[in-house]
């Protein structure tokens, strides 16, 4: 089966550094990349679309110079959270949708939890 | 742009209880929807997926959910839950909107499942 994994799975840093998280695709190519961000005990908001060979498209409210988004691959998308701050803290995640599938198709990536003290 | 709601946060249940989740969507195009669960410590998983045909669909472990599109619903349902059921679950809607389609997912039902 389709398979996503992220790089850290738990990261810890101190406020005003930056952050990189990785997501990868192992066994597709991915040409849609999304990036999630999930608050305790809140559903997952999608925070960017990130396109292969383009510029991510982000969602109302999120800043992009904060979270810059690089999709260089068909099977790597980053997100670096810069200049991280502890209200940044919270789970990240990535979905990945195969090259040729529908819009509807997306594979979960197992997540990454940030702690910015 | 799509939007969903659903109606419980918590819900507690005893063993072999009846479980129905309600999931309300609104958006005037096409949708594909999904229920996903997340076990405690673990990542999303797909549990059933509606994109067209016999609006029952059945998934995984037991559940099913009937979409009717007059009322904007898909909720969730199991005739039968087990302690291991206990999880949050999220209902989610996919929809083209400008850029491409997009899933939006609901605010979850933290479900827990008394032994």
């Known amino acids: 089966g389709a398979v996503v994994s992220q790089h850290p799975s738990r990261v810890i840093c101190k406020s005003g550094t930056s952050v990189k998280i990785e997501c990868r695709s192992l066994?597709?190519?991915?040409?849609?990349m999304f990036w999630y961000r999930q608050f305790p005990k809140q559903s997952l908001m999608l925070m960017a679309t990130?396109?292969?060979?383009?510029?991510?498209t982000y969602e109302q409210g999120v800043e992009k110079d904060k979270f810059l988004i690089n999709h260089a691959s068909l099977t790597l998308s980053t997100l670096t959270v810069t200049s991280a701050h502890p209200e940044d803290s919270s789970f990240y995640i990535c979905s990945a949708r195969p090259w040729g599938a529908g819009g509807e198709t997306q594979y979960f990536g197992p997540g990454t939890r940030l702690l910015v003290l | 742009a799509q939007s969903v709601s659903q109606h419980n946060h918590h819900v507690i249940l005893s063993e072999a209880a009846s479980l129905e989740l309600g999931c309300n969507y609104s958006y005037g195009g096409t949708v594909n929807l999904f229920w996903y669960v997340q076990y405690p410590g673990q990542h999303l998983q797909l549990l059933l997926k509606?994109?067209?045909?016999?609006?029952l669909v059945k998934g995984i472990k037991g559940f099913e959910a009937e979409f009717i599109k007059s009322k904007f619903s898909f909720n969730l349902r199991k005739p039968s839950v087990q302690w291991s059921d206990t999880a949050e679950y999220f209902c989610?809607?996919?929809?083209?909107?400008?850029?491409?389609?997009?899933?939006?997912f609901g605010a979850g039902t933290r479900l827990f499942v008394k032994a």
């Open positions: 989610a809607v996919n929809a083209r909107n400008t850029g491409g389609f997009k899933t939006i």
């Open positions: 509606y994109f067209s045909g016999d609006p």
């Open positions: 066994d597709f190519q991915a040409t849609t």
């Open positions: 990130s396109n292969e060979g383009s510029k991510a």
